[in-house]
């Protein structure tokens, strides 16, 4: 059933653009500037019970008008670090070693939907918006050493192929969030990803929160 996930979604932010066509009576005034870049920083907890830190870089473009804002097609990288448990520092990561680090590079593409005019923008107090989603779909290189694998080959003394722990996995992406300023957004957000090949390894799942800035 995994497998039918992905193209599914790739088919529905594909459509977007035409569930969202623009309204000719109002002019669109949000955002102000197309494109524009923004970064993200968050903090998020993934299986099995540990947590992390995301950085993301993200480049959005006008797309179709959502009433008085536009909307926008997102191109996003993120990097992902969970530090490991069994030894090594903070930023041991990719390292091909004996270290259960859970690390990841993303390049994804996707859809923002704009709610309304941001409350900095926005003259009518009843008619607030700022909030949106966005939805993305892409690629990801993932190192992930399984716990389980992991404790059964020391246990068993024997190697640990580390090297069959990095592979390239379909991913997705969702954000949630809300515009509190001319420059910041605050995020939540999930992120998935699932391994090629499973043995030895668990999908990537990633559950977020964190700010966003808007240059």
């Known amino acids: 059933m995994k497998r039918y996930l992905l193209p599914g979604f790739i088919a529905m932010v594909i459509a977007m653009p035409a569930m969202t066509q623009n309204n000719p009576a109002v002019q669109a005034e949000f955002p102000g500037k197309s494109p524009r870049l923004a970064a993200a920083i968050q903090g998020y907890f993934t299986y099995p019970g540990r947590f992390g830190v995301s950085v ?3 480049l959005m473009f006008r797309a179709n008008a959502n009433k008085e804002v536009y909307n926008e097609f997102v191109i ?6 969970t530090p490991s448990i069994n030894g090594g520092n903070f930023f041991s990561a990719f390292d091909g070693k004996k270290y259960n680090n859970i690390s990841s590079l993303t390049a ?3 859809y923002r939907i704009n709610f309304g005019l941001p409350r900095h ?3 009518n107090i009843d008619a607030i918006g700022g909030g949106f989603i966005e939805l993305n779909a892409g690629a990801s290189y993932t190192h992930h050493i399984d716990d389980y694998y992991y404790e059964t080959s020391v246990n068993n003394e024997t190697p640990v192929a580390y ?3 990095r592979t390239w996995a379909p991913s997705f992406s969702g954000v949630a969030g809300y515009s509190v300023s001319k420059h910041l957004d605050i995020i939540v957000s999930y992120t998935g990803a699932w391994p090629a090949h499973s043995k030895g390894k668990v999908l990537l799942s990633l559950a977020g929160a964190g700010i966003q800035y808007n240059f």
Do not use: Q
């Open 121 to 123: 923008l926005s003259t």
């Open 76 to 81: 996003t990288g993120k990097a992902t670090h």
């Open 108 to 110: 994804l593409a996707g």
């Open 56 to 58: 993301d870089g993200k």
């Open 163 to 165: 090297k069959t722990k």
